[in-house]
C-alpha cells in the first residue's frame, strides 16, 4: 500500500468550476498535511497546510481534513487557466512524505 | 518565506563523471532536505542534512553515491557521484519554513541533470 496516494488525473474542468483533489494517507500518526502546485518544469510551491479535522480556507482554495478516514482534499473555486498545473499532496509523521500528484487541467 | 538559491539549474554530464548541487538559503535553518524527483514521477527524500553531523540517508540512497555537506546552518552541497543514466533526474533541496502564517517546506528551483 502507497503511503501516500492521488488519483494521476488528468482532472479536466471548466473555467470557473471547482476543481476537487483528494489524497489519501496510511500512517494514521501523521500530524502536518500540506498542499503543493508544480508547474512543468519548476518546483512545487507551498499552497496550505493543515493540522486540524475540518475546513481551511484561504482566497480560492480550501483545504480539508479528516484523520479518521485518512483523507485529505483540496477545492479550487472559480478554476481558472493558470492553476493548471500537478497538485502534489504531502503528510509528514516522522517524515514529509509526498503523493505521486494530480494533474489538473483547467479549459477556456 | 525563506529563500533558496539553487544551482547549476541544469547540467548534462558524462557516465562515469560526478556533480556538485549547492543550496544556499537565505536565513539559517536547522535541517536541509535533498530530494530526487525522476521523469513524471513524485518527490522521493534522499536525505536530512544537520549542520556539525553526518546527514541521514533514507532507504536505497547510500553515502558512497551520494555525499552530502552541510558546513553552516545556510548552505549544503549534494554530489552525484559515478553517475549513470538511472540518475537523470530533477534534484531539489528543501528546508522547514517556519515563516509566516502557512508553515510548510520551502524547495529550491531544482537542478534538472540529464547523464549521456
Known amino acids: 500500500q502507497k503511503e501516500v496516494e492521488q488519483n494521476s488525473g488528468p482532472l479536466s474542468v471548466p473555467e470557473g468550476a471547482i476543481a476537487s483533489l483528494n489524497c489519501t494517507y496510511s500512517?494514521?500518526?501523521?500530524?502536518?498535511f500540506f498542499w503543493y502546485r508544480q508547474y512543468s518544469g519548476k518546483s512545487p510551491e507551498l499552497i496550505m497546510s493543515?493540522?486540524?479535522?475540518g475546513d481551511k480556507e484561504d482566497g480560492r482554495f480550501t483545504a480539508q481534513l479528516n484523520k479518521a478516514s485518512q483523507y485529505v482534499s483540496l477545492l479550487i473555486r472559480d478554476s481558472q487557466p493558470s492553476d493548471s498545473a500537478t497538485y502534489l499532496c504531502a503528510v509528514k509523521g516522522g517524515k514529509l512524505i509526498f503523493g505521486t500528484g494530480t494533474r489538473l487541467q483547467v479549459f477556456p | 518565506s525563506a529563500v533558496i538559491s539553487q544551482k547549476p539549474s541544469r547540467d548534462i554530464c558524462q557516465r562515469g563523471t560526478s556533480l556538485t548541487i549547492q543550496c544556499q538559503v537565505d536565513s539559517q535553518v536547522t535541517m536541509m532536505f535533498w530530494y530526487r524527483q525522476q521523469p513524471g514521477q513524485s518527490l522521493t527524500l534522499i536525505a536530512t542534512a544537520n549542520q556539525g553531523s553526518e546527514a541521514t540517508y533514507e532507504s536505497g540512497f547510500v553515502i558512497d553515491k551520494f555525499p552530502i555537506s552541510r558546513p553552516n546552518l545556510t548552505f549544503s552541497t549534494l554530489t552525484v557521484s559515478n553517475m549513470s543514466p538511472e540518475d537523470s533526474s530533477i534534484y531539489l533541496c528543501?528546508?522547514?519554513?517556519?515563516?509566516?502564517?502557512?508553515?510548510?517546506?520551502?524547495f529550491g528551483s531544482g537542478t534538472r541533470l540529464t547523464v549521456v
Open positions: 528543501s528546508v522547514e519554513d517556519l515563516k509566516g502564517a502557512n508553515y510548510g517546506y520551502t
Open positions: 500512517d494514521r500518526g501523521s500530524q502536518s
Open positions: 493543515i493540522y486540524s479535522n
